[in-house]
Every structure is written in structure tokens, then in C-alpha cells.
């Protein structure tokens, strides 16, 4: 091959972990450039967040990722924190709100984020390569041979920030995972997540009945409960609620919806009957739910049109049951075009926890989605490509 260019530290994906890796990588003195297909840095940071970015969560612990390693992400995550990014963000004055406890986001436009990480680059040196394709990479005794389609690359050392699968509409693939294979790494199965659900065939006159309408709920899965807003699109379940789920939820696998979480319904109304409700269940629930999900989910839970008064309390107590405890089998995830993230990735067994770097490759980093560490809603992913990326650019 012939080496027209000369890096310290070659790093594949111009996105929140790769820029990050870059300014720290640079401000150590390497002579960093970073290269990407796209024709735009950060394309993912631009559309998060509804276009404003949550940025970080100031409530991050490794509880709030999946992996088959749950231990891999505590040194990145412990070394640099969501409040180290907040004084880097306090630094280039960003103004910013926290919505619910802990997420943070851009009070204006995630364009701030991404100006942000451009002016560091700029100012630590980073080289930026944007609509370059790589077209191999060869490893020998001392460097990494990348040739592309923008000329031909000799560095150091070479991390691999390419992210996963979700949103290949504006450019992600899966070229950092053919990367890993080329290196005989093992991939952890790969799948959509933080993308809610799309529902069977059973339900689905009901889906299009109440599309629009948004609740709050408790949903469960075999591993993790989440109360928040359920949305209820013309395909399935949506909303914060149903997000949070997706990620741990497997195919096949039912979850269970409370649909008046934290409400004492069955005392509620055992009371009212000895009282001589004559309002029918239906309309008493209206007290709890928007009128049009009690018209519809009356139906589903077969609520006796008969006055409360007349009913026995073993069937309120059976329906009552139905209502906090209500089972039900999604058909499939919403897909890689909708999900926030992908979960699974490369096998952190291969890296150093510390640093990033391959245990058996010298000089090879991966960081940020490409990994199989994935976050909740709610900010943990960015955070999770400013530690991992942090950490890298530390060593690479």
C-alpha cells in the first residue's frame, strides 16, 4: 500500500464518541484525524433528543446498561462523569434544561453540542475527514495500513467509533461490526432497542382506535419495571414507558402493563360499592384513565355494564387484577429506522475496561455504541460515548 499520510491516531466515526476520543487523544499531543462516510459530523447528536440533545443524565450508574459484561462500563463511567461533560458544557456557556430528574438537554438545539465538539477539535488539532469511505485496513508489526477513498492512511494506533445499526436513514451501518470480525472478535447479537413495540394482530383494531393517546403505566418485563408515559400509536405502544421496556425485552417474551399504577383500585372500589355505587365500572374508571381509553379498554377487560353496586366482589377483584396486571405479547420491536439505539455489539471481553484497547491487538480501540454497552432513555448512551471515548483518548 502506498502511505500518503501519516497519524498518530486514525479513529473511524465522526460521532459523539469518536470526537470525543479525538480532543482527548489530541490534547495528549498525538496527531489525530478522524474520518467518516457521512457528509456531516454528529448526525446522530443533531436528531436526539427531538433536535435538542440529552446530552447526559447527572443520575448515570452502570445499573442503567445492558450487557453481557455488566461490569465492563464501571471504570469508564466512574473516571469520567456526567458532571465532568456538564462543566465542559458550563465552559462553552450552553445553556440547558433539566426535564425530568437527572436528563439534561440543550435549552436551544443539539447544534450546540456539536459546535461544541467541533470547536474543541479545532482547537486540540483534530484532523476531520468527512464522505470518506474506508476500503480496507491491514495491520502490521508496528502501524494499521487504512486505505480509503480519500487516499491511503498509516497511524498508530486506530480506534473504531462507528456505532451500531439504529437510524441507518441518516448513515449508520454496520461496518464497525465487519471491522471486529476481520479482527476474529465475537459479535453479542445485535437487535433494535429504545424503539417501543408494534402489536399483534389481535389487538390491533384497538391500537388504531386510540392512536394518539398517551397514559401513564407501569410496565414490566422479566428483568426491569418502568413507570412512565405509555403512547398508544396505529401499530402498538410507544412513549417513554414502552422505550425503556424495548431494551429488555427478547422476542416471544410477554410484558405486563399496570394500567393505574400506584392506585389502590380494588379498595377504591369495594368501597364505593358498599357505599351503593350505581355508576357502571366503566364510568368509574374514567376517574382514572381519559374517557376515550375507558370506552376501549372496557371492551378488552369485559367491564360488566351493570351498576358497580350489583357486581360481586370477586368479580371486582378479578377485574381489578386485569387492570393492574394486564399480559400481553408484542409481535416485534418498531425496527432499526425508529430505535434510538442498538443493543448488543462487539464483546467487551476482548477490551480493557480501563482503556478500551484490544487485549490481543495492540493499538485497536472500539468505544461508544459499537460496544455491547447499551443505555436507558434518558441520556446514559451519550454519556456512555463521552466516558468510553474519554477513556480511549487517553490511551490510543
Not at 140 to 152: I, V
Amino acid at each position: 500500500m502506498n502511505i500518503k499520510k501519516n497519524y498518530d491516531t486514525l479513529i473511524i466515526g465522526a460521532g459523539a464518541a469518536g470526537l470525543f476520543c479525538a480532543i482527548e487523544a489530541a490534547k495528549r499531543g498525538r496527531k489525530v484525524v478522524v474520518i467518516d462516510h457521512n457528509t456531516k459530523a454528529g448526525a446522530k447528536i443533531l436528531v436526539s433528543g427531538g433536535g435538542r440533545c440529552n446530552f447526559t443524565n447527572l443520575n448515570t450508574t452502570p445499573e442503567n446498561f445492558v450487557s453481557q459484561n455488566p461490569h465492563f462500563c464501571k471504570s469508564a463511567l466512574s473516571r469520567y462523569t456526567p458532571h465532568h461533560f456538564l462543566e465542559l458544557i458550563q465552559k462553552h456557556k450552553i445553556a440547558y434544561v433539566e426535564k425530568k430528574p437527572g436528563q439534561l438537554f440543550c435549552q436551544n438545539s443539539a447544534k450546540d453540542i456539536l459546535n461544541m465538539l467541533l470547536h474543541e477539535c479545532e482547537q486540540a488539532g483534530v484532523k476531520i475527514l468527512l464522505e470518506t469511505k474506508v476500503l480496507s485496513i491491514q495491520k502490521d508489526p508496528e502501524n494499521f495500513l487504512t486505505e480509503t477513498s480519500q487516499g491511503n492512511f498509516s497511524s498508530e494506533t486506530l480506534v473504531i467509533a462507528t456505532g451500531g445499526l439504529s437510524l441507518p436513514q441518516i448513515g449508520a451501518t454496520g461496518f464497525g461490526y465487519e471491522i471486529a470480525k476481520q479482527f476474529h472478535m465475537n459479535i453479542i447479537p445485535t437487535s433494535p432497542a429504545l424503539d417501543g413495540f408494534r402489536g399483534n394482530p389481535e389487538f390491533q383494531d384497538l391500537w388504531k382506535t386510540l392512536s394518539g393517546l398517551s397514559t401513564p403505566v407501569c410496565i414490566r418485563t422479566k428483568t426491569k419495571n418502568f413507570e412512565d408515559d405509555l403512547l398508544i400509536t396505529h401499530q402498538g405502544l410507544s412513549g417513554p414507558a414502552a422505550l425503556q421496556a424495548s431494551l429488555y425485552w427478547k422476542q416471544k417474551e410477554s410484558i405486563e402493563i399496570d394500567w393505574c399504577q400506584n392506585q389502590k383500585l380494588s379498595e377504591w372500589f369495594l368501597e364505593k360499592k358498599n357505599q351503593g355505587e350505581k355508576k357502571t365500572f366503566k364510568t368509574l374508571m374514567g376517574i382514572f384513565w381519559p374517557s376515550r381509553l375507558a370506552e376501549h379498554l372496557a371492551t378488552v377487560f369485559e367491564f360488566p355494564s351493570k351498576p358497580l353496586v350489583e357486581i360481586s366482589n370477586q368479580t371486582i377483584l378479578e377485574l381489578v387484577e386485569k387492570i393492574h396486571h394486564w399480559t400481553w405479547t408484542p409481535e416485534k420491536t418498531v425496527g432499526y429506522a425508529r430505535a434510538e439505539v442498538t443493543r448488543g455489539g462487539v464483546d467487551t471481553d476482548h477490551f480493557s475496561s480501563k482503556t478500551l484497547e484490544s487485549k490481543s491487538i495492540s493499538g485497536l480501540f472500539f468505544v461508544g455504541e459499537v460496544l455491547d454497552v447499551t443505555g436507558e432513555l434518558g441520556g446514559y448512551n451519550f454519556q456512555w460515548a463521552w466516558s468510553s471515548g474519554w477513556a480511549a483518548g487517553k490511551s490510543c
